[in-house]
């Protein structure tokens, strides 16, 4: 179970940056209430595979080397960052990569900035459409793509696998005896997943989903099965706080384009829109409310550069 922490052979080829910087940050919205703020640099790990994706692919990549595969097969939308690192470890690793966008209408048009990244690291690009994509999981869908592409390794959509969740406790790890409390932004929870799992247990993690869910969000649920998968059960102590995305997905307000711009320029740390900003949005909220009590520390997971 976890405790990856030194690269096989060809993933030192990598040389990730672990581990990753933690940076005291001077706000006067969390000073005020008597709470220390801190940045967990994961953003820093690595230019090409930054923060969360770095730690969910190492143990995937790992496994696909020891298992002989030559070949990485994925899913992501047109803007996936999962997708762009996946074909950046596949160039810097030597493996072929196959992406699996959603959207049939894309095939054949332009490819947007993301995926002519893919594109440009050797990613062959298979676009379906969203009723297949829905399908993805389902042994009809994998068989035809098998029958398509040969023998791959499949990592799932954003990444999030158990090995993934696994890897995230080194996150979790690297955090013990530092923060009361580790928050971060979710897509698909496999890194809160493993954060969670890999605090001490006096520490907490809460999430902060950027996609809009139900009551209760569907992310706790999801959380809660990669947890199971990973390490057999529920493990840590963490919560969701769902007020937070914006809109959804991709979905900005002008608040949070405000709030984003104005933590940059006292900060100088630059913030990444799609789920760093929410998160960083969300703290600032709570600590505004007094969620937190004086004496707390806590942690932002950077899991991403814009
Ligand atoms: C993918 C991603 C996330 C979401 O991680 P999950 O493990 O899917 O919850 C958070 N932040 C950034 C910057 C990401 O690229």
Redesign the pocket.
Known sequence: MGGVTTPAPGLAALRPRLPSPLQRIEDERFARRGVRLLLKRD?LIHPEL????WR?LEPNLRAAAEAGERTLLTFGGAY???LR?TAAAGRLLGFATIGVIRGAELAGKPLNPSLARCAADGMRLHFVDRATYRRKAEPEVEAALLERFGPFYAVPE???NAL?AQG?TALGRELRGETDMAA??????????GLAAGLAPDQRAL?IP?LKGGTPHF?AADTERLQHAAFGGRRGTWDLDPRFHCGGYARRTPELDAFAADFETRHGVPV?R???AK?LLGLTTLAEEGAFAPGTTVTAV????P
């Open positions: 953003d930054p923060g969360n994706k969910k996936s960052n999962h690192a954003g990444g999030s993934a995230c971060v932004a979710c897509g698909t929870g496999g890194t809160l997943a999430g950027v992310l990444e799609l789920y760093v998160l950077i899991t991403g550069a």
